[in-house]
């Protein structure tokens, strides 16, 4: 039986022969250069979110949400009446929702749901708590009516701050929720932080320290509006899937949030794709990441039907 039969038990010959590449060496995360590196980051990935926006067939528009840029994603056809609001990833330091409709276009085309991405403003220019203030505001917006809630790396650090601000005031929860290789500890804490360094070819300890270090600054790394595995959850959280890999940088942060949250009373389910690293789905060269992407489609549609 071939490996491309057992989808996520073995990885894929597209996932070693991208594991046998060379990693790109690390640019020079200075906050004088961060407007390089996004810019080159954008160039990079340019390519992949035009095909996702080919195979999608989605359309894209600027919007404003409580007074945060948002980009809105809609589908050939909507068919959900609940939206997406959807963290992006970056480590609050690079990206923009630009670059993560890799997965937020083909997300909004398999559930037929409005998929909205906040634009928070980005470290070191402006450090916690500028981008969960933002993210939280164009959540607050939402919470008004159901809603489903994702986030990728940094975008899952932002949904989980979400939903303990949520909870805190008293706002409604999402219906669902999915975190892909959720960011949630900037300690520095867990063993795949130094146990898949230098084996995840998407994300290295050194980007992480960086990231860390622009965002949190000075103030506490364990504070649970900086790193949300730390939080006190109450009941009430909706369903979540987690998703990570076994070479994943971020594999103990999954792991962690999702004993967390299961403590705290949500129902949730964790996927660790052998062989395969920090959001993963972001390749769309993967046959893993558009089966990874499949599954979060459907966790989400049937926990809000």
């Given at each position: 039986?071939?490996?491309?039969?057992?989808?996520?038990?073995?990885?894929?010959?597209?996932?070693?022969?991208?594991?046998?590449?060379?990693?790109?060496?690390?640019?020079?995360?200075t906050a004088a250069n961060m407007p390089n590196v996004r810019a080159e980051i954008r160039a990079f990935f340019?390519?992949?979110?035009?095909?996702?926006?080919?195979?999608?067939?989605?359309?894209?528009?600027?919007?404003?949400?409580?007074?945060?840029?948002?980009?809105?994603?809609?589908?050939?056809?909507?068919?959900?009446?609940?939206?997406?609001?959807?963290?992006?990833?970056?480590?609050?330091?690079?990206?923009?929702?630009?670059?993560?409709?890799?997965?937020?276009?083909?997300?909004?085309?398999?559930?037929?749901?409005?998929?909205?991405?906040?634009?928070?403003?980005?470290?070191?220019?402006?450090?916690?708590?500028?981008?969960?203030?933002?993210?939280?505001?164009?959540?607050?917006?939402?919470?008004?009516?159901?809603?489903?809630?994702?986030?990728?790396?940094?975008?899952?650090?932002?949904?989980?701050?979400?939903?303990?601000?949520?909870?805190?005031?008293?706002?409604?929860?999402?219906?669902?929720?999915?975190?892909?290789?959720?960011?949630?500890?900037?300690?520095?804490?867990?063993?795949?932080?130094?146990?898949?360094?230098?084996?995840?070819?998407?994300?290295?300890?050194?980007?992480?320290?960086?990231?860390?270090?622009?965002?949190?600054?000075?103030?506490?790394?364990?504070?649970?509006?900086?790193?949300?595995?730390?939080?006190?959850?109450?009941?009430?959280?909706?369903?979540?899937?987690?998703?990570?890999?076994?070479?994943?940088?971020?594999?103990?942060?999954?792991?962690?949030?999702?004993?967390?949250?299961?403590?705290?009373g949500a129902a949730t389910r964790i996927t660790i794709w052998e062989d395969l690293w920090h959001v993963f789905?972001?390749?769309?060269?993967?046959?893993?990441?558009?089966?990874?992407?499949?599954?979060?489609?459907?966790?989400?549609?049937?926990?809000?039907?």
């Amino acid at each position: 039986m071939s490996d491309e039969s057992l989808p996520g038990a073995v990885p894929s010959t597209a996932a070693r022969a991208i594991l046998a590449e060379p990693v790109d060496a690390l640019p020079d995360l200075t906050a004088a250069n961060m407007p390089n590196v996004r810019a080159e980051i954008r160039a990079f990935f340019e390519p992949a979110v035009q095909r996702a926006l080919a195979a999608s067939g989605v359309e894209t528009t600027q919007i404003r949400i409580a007074g945060v840029p948002c980009l809105e994603v809609l589908p050939p056809q909507i068919t959900a009446d609940w939206p997406i609001l959807y963290g992006y990833g970056g480590g609050y330091m690079t990206g923009s929702p630009y670059e993560d409709l890799i997965i937020a276009a083909p997300m909004a085309a398999a559930t037929g749901a409005r998929v909205i991405i906040p634009h928070y403003r980005l470290a070191p220019e402006h450090p916690w708590p500028a981008a969960p203030d933002d993210g939280f505001a164009v959540y607050r917006a939402l919470a008004e009516n159901p809603f489903a809630l994702v986030g990728e790396s940094a975008g899952g650090n932002l949904a989980m701050v979400c939903l303990l601000r949520a909870q805190k005031a008293g706002l409604p929860m999402p219906g669902a929720a999915a975190l892909l290789s959720p960011w949630c500890d900037l300690s520095g804490a867990g063993d795949s932080l130094r146990a898949n360094d230098g084996r995840d070819p998407f994300l290295s300890a050194a980007y992480d320290a960086a990231a860390s270090a622009f965002y949190a600054g000075e103030h506490p790394r364990t504070d649970p509006d900086i790193s949300p595995v730390y939080g006190a959850y109450g009941p009430g959280l909706p369903p979540v899937l987690i998703t990570t890999g076994t070479r994943d940088l971020l594999l103990s942060h999954a792991i962690r949030a999702e004993h967390v949250l299961r403590a705290a009373g949500a129902a949730t389910r964790i996927t660790i794709w052998e062989d395969l690293w920090h959001v993963f789905e972001f390749d769309d060269r993967l046959p893993e990441a558009a089966l990874s992407l499949k599954q979060i489609a459907e966790f989400i549609t049937a926990h809000m039907s």
